[in-house]
């Protein structure tokens, strides 16, 4: 049975510092999902990672995907009070399905 | 594209009445997913379909759940009777297997049994 797993579970922050969310996974895949959801809100995408070695960055975040040591990070760098939400990462095992399993989320407060 | 709709956005209903959420995939998505979250458990997948066909229902808790896709285009999730702690954030997700691999989610239904 495939696991993910994240840590932080809640991350507290000053705007302007640097953090990094770990997702560790249980089963080998080479796709894995970073998602946003604001409070009462839906799942935004925010990355696809399809490869060992696969980095992508939007704005002030960064993914990257590790597929050896079975883990994705998600680099927060200088924060602002908008990124403030829970992101969670998601990995599918399934080509062509996108079948999630979810991590448990971090929820992250950006404090001015 | 609108994207996924899901409908109702809330539903309050009494225990052991029938609810039926709604779901409209994007168009051309050949798979529909149907999510569930908690503050216990998360968010689990509760069934999925591939070209109208049901595949993997494992996730679907009870008997009491059931979930049909007539067509392309539309979804239900139907809960008979329905039971407090069925009260949650039901998610309907599409994906295309010839698209980019990425699931795209509707706006959820918030659930709640009294």
């Known amino acids: 049975e495939l696991k993910v797993e994240q840590n932080p579970l809640f991350l507290s922050m000053q705007e302007g510092k640097n953090y990094t969310i770990y997702c560790n996974y249980s089963?080998?895949?080479?796709?894995l999902y970073w998602y946003r959801q604001d409070p009462g809100k839906s799942l935004e995408s925010l990355f696809v990672?399809?490869?060992?070695?696969a980095v992508k960055q939007e704005g002030r975040l960064m993914a990257s995907l590790d597929t050896k040591a079975r883990l994705s990070t998600l680099h927060i760098t200088a924060a602002v009070h908008d990124l403030s939400a829970t992101y969670f990462c998601?990995?599918?095992?399934?080509?062509?399905?996108?079948?999630?399993?979810f991590g448990t989320g971090t929820r992250l407060t950006i404090i001015p | 594209d609108a994207g996924v709709i899901q409908s109702p956005r809330h539903e309050v209903t009494e225990m052991g009445q029938e609810v039926t959420l709604r779901c409209k995939p994007i168009?051309?998505?050949?798979?529909l997913f149907w999510y569930r979250q908690t503050m216990m458990r998360g968010l689990e997948l509760l069934i999925y379909?591939?070209?109208?066909?049901?595949?993997?229902d494992s996730g679907m808790p009870e008997d009491r759940f059931s979930a049909k896709m007539p067509n392309a285009s539309f979804s239900t999730l139907k809960i008979q009777p329905s039971e407090p702690r069925d009260s949650a954030v039901y998610f309907c997700?599409?994906?295309?297997?010839?698209?980019?691999?990425?699931?795209?989610f509707g706006q959820g239904t918030r659930l709640t049994v009294v």
């Open positions: 997700a599409s994906s295309s297997r010839d698209r980019v691999p990425e699931a795209f």
């Open positions: 089963t080998t895949s080479d796709r």
């Open positions: 990672l399809l490869s060992n070695g």
């Open positions: 998601a990995v599918s095992l399934d080509f062509g399905n996108e079948k999630l399993t």
């Open positions: 168009s051309g998505h050949d798979y």
């Open positions: 379909f591939n070209n109208n066909v049901p595949i993997d």
